[in-house]
């Protein structure tokens, strides 16, 4: 099955596998702590045998929700609860909408115990040292709140008090060094998309539009090359006190950028969003190989940017271009271009998922499934039996399918058109 055949309902039915996947293979309470939840660093495969074996793993898998951290990992797990709690609320927010079966918490439940696990696990606080971090858990947080609201659920007073810490943080990231921008940490040395965008996409959602468009500006005028059509990764003052540009190009970059753009609208800003599109399609695309699927024009998906930080970085472009596909405002060929994007990337995580294996876990994870971490490649050589796996890389293949569920929702017939 290609993906300009897939329906909406295998769409939404991938989703909600992909969510029951990752939430069953990494996520944990808080050091058992009740009305808690975070998703664990890492998983692997591997059945314990004898009780001393077994203690030690479960020991493990507790440390992984203490050590490494990755604040922003966690904040992206919110927004793929929210995205599934949105396709619950379609179903009509009822218990047999919920993703992981009517005797479990909605989608919405769980990412408000997480937004708790996040704040305990964050030493009592949702500040940290990287603007970009606490952008996303504010922009999240602002789509649980809406949730809450369209399921007749007052938003949670916490939520709000969040986004109000945190946009003092980025008030004060926002400066007229290098010419404006949102700096990266709190080190104060470094400006970069990274952090600038999603800040933007922040002070477009609540009302702050010239903050918005300023921010936006300043990538167009510093970060942003002409002759790929992409915005470039950040910049510093050298000794001499010129500005040096970070060249290096990366798929998530693009994404809260067109996000932004959407958001404030106006012909400017919608023509930057075209420009975009092409040039994500041009240029941040490979073959779609070994995956068994069969995309639309051209056989190619988004890349991917491996392990680590980068197992997130295309499923937030995803997310991004999914709203791009729904946006009226743009060209009909930009529009099914950032379709095809999404739902040709998708089928590519879908065809390559590998079921997790009778030999690596008991009874509870039968039927759950490991993405890989690249489309293009399946996740039986990426990520093969007895490998540990990373939250990270799970959530951008979870993401997408989300992305690939709301573009085919948002179109006539709920299939994607063939890109011009």
Known sequence: MTSSSTSLTAWQDRATHAAQSVTALFGRKLLFLPGTHLGAVLWQGGRPSGRWPAALRRARQAAGLVLPWHYWWQAHYVDCLVDTGRRELGSGA?????????????????ASRLVTGIR?????????????DMAWLALATLRLDRLAEE????????????????????????TDDLGGGTFWSKKRDFKNTPATAPVALFYARTGQGGKAQALLDWLDATLFDPDQGLYLDGARLNAAGEVVVDRAVYTYNQGPVLGALLELGGDANLARAAVLV????????VPANGTGTSPGAGGAVLRCEGTGDGGLFTGILCRYLALAAAET??????????????????????SGRRPVGSGEAGIRLEGRSVFSLHAAQPAAATCPPGAAVELATQLQAWMTLEAAASVSAALPGGTPPTAA
């Open 120 to 132: 305990l696990r964050n030493t009592l606080t949702f500040v940290n040292s990287y603007y970009d």
């Open 278 to 285: 092409e040039a994500v399609q041009r240029l941040l695309t």
């Open 329 to 350: 405002r743009l060209p009909e060929a930009t529009r099914a271009t950032a379709a095809r994007l999404v739902t040709d990337t998708a089928e590519a995580f879908w």
């Open 94 to 110: 009822t218990p047999a909408a919920r993703f992981n079966g009517p005797d479990r918490r909605s989608a919405g439940r769980l």
């Open 151 to 174: 399921t007749r659920r007052p938003g949670r007073r916490r939520n709000a008090a969040v986004r109000a810490s945190l946009a003092l943080q980025f008030d004060a990231a926002c």
